[in-house]
Nanobody, 119 residues
Framework: QVQLVESGGGLVQAGGSLRLSCVASGIIFRLNVMGWYRQAPGKQRELVAS????????KYADSVKGRFTISRDNAKNAVSLQMNSLEPEDTAVYYCNGVGFTAEPSYNWGQGTQVTVSS
């Protein structure tokens, strides 16, 4: 049974930072490209960052490039997202998931973690 458990969200002022964490179980974590998605109110869920199975390659949406950093620890089945210089537009529920070839999620969604950035 696949479980993705996100944590680390909260309320922060614009310009602040947060670090999100996700622990996965029920999958062969080290073989998966992993990513962070987000869904803002009234908008579709989007992929904002991904990291290759070995951690050597990362990709970011243009909207977060230079501000967010994704990392992983395969020994702990964990993926993290360091978010700096947060903007009100980053307000969303953030989810981790495996990332398929066309950026589709590989597994069922976890509960996500809410990030709220106040102006």
């Amino acid at each position: 049974q696949v479980q993705l458990v996100e944590s680390g969200g909260g309320l922060v002022q614009a310009g602040g930072s947060l670090r999100l964490s996700c622990v996965a179980s029920g999958i062969i974590f080290r073989l998966n490209v992993m990513g962070w998605y987000r869904q803002a109110p009234g908008k579709q869920r989007e992929l904002v960052a991904s990291i290759s199975s070995g951690g050597g390659t990362t990709k970011y949406a243009d909207s977060v490039k230079g501000r967010f950093t994704i990392s992983r620890d395969n020994a702990k089945n964990a993926v993290s997202l360091q978010m700096n210089s947060l903007e009100p537009e980053d307000t969303a529920v953030y989810y981790c998931n495996g990332v398929g070839f066309t950026a589709e999620p590989s597994y069922n969604w976890g509960q996500g973690t809410q990030v709220t950035v106040s102006s």
